[in-house]
């Protein structure tokens, strides 16, 4: 499981810092690859895909997660063809509560009940989240999952 990630960099040496890391033996973040590049670009994260593969390989079954970024998202399945992708559930649930109007409150439990559909352990329970979600977030919380792959 790879963790993917890019970030600007605001120093005097602009550019954007791209990184992908990983969990050790004792749940700690370990540092696989990164690369500083002129912008957060598809050839930049194809050419950063290519490097990884030379340290990571492609004989064995690998999980990406990232967020959203749609220039990633374009670049990964061309290196790592059958590669699963994912998407991190913080950003999601960010996402969710910038996109939701209403008083903190309200979007604390929208956030709430997004993780609690993303971590139902069955499908049953999952849609009597995601129902719950719906009923309480009504069209605001509808629009966001709209754009959500499932």
């Given at each position: 499981?790879?963790?993917?990630?890019?970030?600007?960099?605001?120093?005097?040496?602009?550019?954007?810092?791209?990184?992908?890391?990983?969990?050790?033996?004792?749940?700690?973040?370990?540092?696989?690859?990164?690369?500083?590049?002129?912008?957060?670009?598809?050839?930049?994260?194809?050419?950063?895909?290519?490097?990884?593969?030379?340290?990571?390989?492609?004989?064995?079954?690998?999980?990406?997660?990232?967020?959203?970024?749609?220039?990633?998202?374009s670049a990964l399945p061309k290196i790592f063809p059958i590669a699963y992708h994912a998407y991190c559930l913080h950003y999601w649930k960010m996402n969710l509560r910038d996109k939701v109007r209403g008083h903190k409150s309200f979007k604390d439990r929208m956030m709430f009940l997004f993780r609690?559909?993303?971590?139902?352990?069955?499908?049953?329970?999952?849609?009597?989240?995601?129902?719950?979600?719906?009923?309480?977030?009504?069209?605001?919380?509808?629009?966001?999952?709209?754009?959500?792959?499932?």
């Amino acid at each position: 499981m790879l963790f993917m990630d890019g970030t600007f960099l605001k120093s005097r040496y602009k550019g954007q810092l791209l990184a992908a890391t990983t969990k050790d033996g004792n749940q700690g973040l370990l540092p696989v690859a990164f690369a500083v590049v002129d912008a957060e670009s598809e050839d930049n994260w194809r050419w950063f895909f290519e490097n990884l593969r030379e340290i990571v390989g492609d004989a064995r079954q690998l999980m990406f997660i990232s967020d959203r970024n749609n220039r990633l998202k374009s670049a990964l399945p061309k290196i790592f063809p059958i590669a699963y992708h994912a998407y991190c559930l913080h950003y999601w649930k960010m996402n969710l509560r910038d996109k939701v109007r209403g008083h903190k409150s309200f979007k604390d439990r929208m956030m709430f009940l997004f993780r609690e559909c993303a971590y139902a352990p069955t499908k049953h329970k999952f849609e009597k989240k995601l129902s719950e979600l719906l009923a309480e977030g009504k069209e605001q919380v509808q629009f966001f999952l709209n754009d959500c792959p499932f």
